[in-house]
């Protein structure tokens, strides 16, 4: 779906200019994500569906999310949780296959967390005592 100049403006002010992800300033590259992936290339282009999208239920501005590049092109199609679980991993994944990560955390320049990955826009949206 092409957004239009005033929805692309919407969507970016969704979160005061940040990432819905994690929270960065997002510049004027941002990308406008489907919180709920589309999956584009899954299916054949046809009459009915010219684009090859599935879930094209799903192109639409209500589930969208202002993204910074970085994290937009992580997610790819994961679902939320999909990439949660991904994301919480990565110290591990890190600590196999990085020998510069392995070192910084033997320096203590690093240390992993057993935390669960919360996004900006469940931070933003969580209701305060």
């Not at 960065?24 to 009459?47: C, F, I, N």
């Not at 196999?96 to 690093?110: C, E, I, W």
Request: charged share 25%; proline share 6%.
């Amino acid at each position: 779906m092409k957004l239009t100049k005033a929805e692309r403006a919407t969507l970016a002010s969704m979160f005061v200019g940040r990432c819905a992800y994690c929270g960065d300033p997002l510049g004027g590259r941002w990308h406008a994500d489907h919180k709920d992936p589309v999956l584009r290339g899954y299916a054949e282009p046809s009459a009915e569906n010219p684009t090859g999208i599935l879930h094209t239920h799903r192109d639409v501005i209500d589930n969208m999310m202002p993204s910074c590049a970085p994290c937009n092109l992580d997610k790819a199609s994961y679902t939320l949780e999909q990439w949660r679980t991904k994301l919480e991993g990565s110290a591990a994944s890190l600590t196999r296959y990085s020998s510069t990560y392995r070192h910084a955390f033997r320096f203590g320049l690093v240390r992993p967390v057993a935390e669960r990955v919360t996004f900006h826009f469940e931070r933003a949206t969580e209701v305060q005592p």
